[in-house]
């Protein structure tokens, strides 16, 4: 066990994020106590029972974090302000709590909202991590060996709070940056929301043609790469929207702009902007894949 | 070598699709002369020579497809008509033509234009495989394996020809259908020449946010699936998108408006409108995906 393991965590949500970084902290030896997760449905706690994410299970939130260190958040972003309440009572008074939600404006203002002055050891994070997947059966441990996470501090928050979740994050493998909770927003709106909105509205779209069976028979390769994200969670996208929407309506109306100089350059059969647009594309992804090789 | 194996083939244009047909004819010992290859870049040409995939090499058309029994147009979209007018004078009486082109509208007006009578043993064709690379030494001949071909014949095609195509795809373990020019542009507009048109303009938006850099380093997983395919040749979409442009307009404007309605959920924050816009579209893709793994 390394010296500073946690004695006692709690896991508010069990599913791919929550139980991945859990088995990841126990890898690296970091949990020296129990892990007592907390959800609505008593089978996923039961699997992750069985599978080593959690010592002890409750559909009690107040239970769960009764003396807990590390209290992490990992419901879906439409939960959060909901779990908060249910926890706030019954907080150690040094309890670090931490999250690990796709959008973070919103959850800094519940935070405020609803701890007051404890929000100060609240440490808002998102790991930039997870696949279309979801559930306790699907956590494992290395699902953050080099990924990136975000925190989301203020001036008001604990230093020693936030050293501390950048640590926690660092000994499974990522790399932690923090930037301000509007920075972060926007930068995913762009990277991980806008794309899941064109994925969600192309399958959509294709799904309402009048020959829908046959149209996916004859769905090519560029189909399936570009929609491979559409199976993730409905309802966590369903709050990701809800909860980043000034920066995603942005990043979509910037988006439709774009695609509409493109549909007029169709239209005009404007032979030269059309090579413009696809060589700068082609050239910025192989950039962006020559960035993420180095 | 299997009984009616090709004597002559000449190839116009030796990349991925054409160069890896070949190499499958082959393995499949339906070739027993030779290959012509025909193309703008003598090392290209050199590169398909050192690969076994033609035996002869010309830059001149007319040459090419003197005494060929199968010429094969495997050039881009927009230079199919000048192709067929530098061999017009010197095709064989009894010559079959195809094309591998990923529209076939256009292909088909050029055809009636330029070959006139000769126009009936010419078997439009496109095989739905490819990746984004090009060029003779990108291809394999298992490309097409499992991989279906649409061929696009209609009431005035030679019967023999088609068959003779039709065959010759099969051959190499691709699933060939069948149907008119007009519909199989609007299948292909949405599944994949839409797509790639989503594709590079994502990038191309990104490319012009302010923190560039910074959006490239924080893309996640789903940016990166949702991009592949915007390395493909440039100016082998160009030309797509001028040869298609009225099926891929159609196809566009129904993704706006649907586009468009998402982003009216999302701005009106109609948190069941975005569940079932999400659930529809998981359900919809779990369902393609079961039935391309079936």
Redesign the interface.
């Known amino acids: 066990m390394a010296a500073g393991a946690l004695q006692s965590v709690a896991l508010i949500g069990v599913g791919l994020i929550g139980g991945s970084w859990v088995l990841a902290l126990r890898e690296a030896g970091l949990i020296g106590g129990t892990v007592t997760g907390c959800g609505r449905s008593p089978e996923n706690l039961e699997v992750a029972r069985q599978c080593g994410i959690i010592d002890h299970a409750t559909t009690d939130p107040q239970r769960a974090v009764r003396g807990a260190e590390l209290v992490v958040l990992a419901v879906p972003l439409?939960a959060v302000r909901g779990a908060l309440e249910a926890i706030r009572d019954d907080l150690a008074d040094d309890a670090i709590v931490t999250d690990v939600g796709s959008a973070k404006r919103c959850v800094v203002d519940d935070a405020r909202l609803v701890l007051g002055d404890a929000a100060v050891r609240f440490v808002p994070g998102h790991p930039?991590a997870?696949?279309e997947k979801s559930g306790a059966a699907a956590a494992f441990p290395e699902l953050f060996r080099n990924r990136?996470v975000?925190l989301t501090p203020d001036a008001d928050t604990d230093k020693a709070a936030a050293a501390r979740v950048t640590a926690l994050w660092e000994s499974v493998g990522a790399s932690v940056a923090t930037m301000t909770a509007a920075h972060h927003d926007e930068?995913?709106a762009?990277?991980?929301h806008?794309?899941?909105?064109?994925?969600?509205?192309?399958?959509?779209?294709?799904?309402?043609?009048s020959?829908r069976d046959?149209?996916?028979?004859?769905?090519?390769?560029?189909?399936?790469?570009?929609?491979?994200?559409?199976?993730?969670d409905?309802?966590m996208?369903?709050d990701i929207?809800?909860a980043n929407?000034e920066a995603?309506?942005e990043?979509?109306?910037?988006?439709?702009a774009?695609?509409?100089e493109?549909?007029e350059?169709?239209?005009t059969?404007d032979?030269e902007r059309?090579?413009a647009?696809?060589?700068?594309?082609?050239a910025?992804?192989?950039?962006?894949?020559a960035?993420?090789e180095s």
Chains 1, 2 share one sequence.
Not at 194 to 209: C, E, G, I, K, Q
Not at 214 to 225: H, L, M, S
Not at 284 to 289: C, M, P, S, Y
Request: with cysteine.
């Open positions: 439409g930039i997870g696949n990136r975000i930068v995913l762009a990277t991980s806008l794309p899941h909105m064109l994925a969600y509205s192309l399958v959509d779209t294709l799904s309402r043609w020959d046959e149209i996916f028979a004859y769905a090519a390769g560029g189909f399936r790469d570009f929609t491979r994200i559409a199976p993730s409905p309802e996208w369903r929207c809800l929407r995603l309506m990043a979509m109306e910037r988006y439709m774009d695609l509409q493109l549909r350059a169709v239209r059969g032979a059309l090579e647009v696809f060589s700068h594309a082609k910025t992804r192989d950039r962006f894949v960035m993420l």
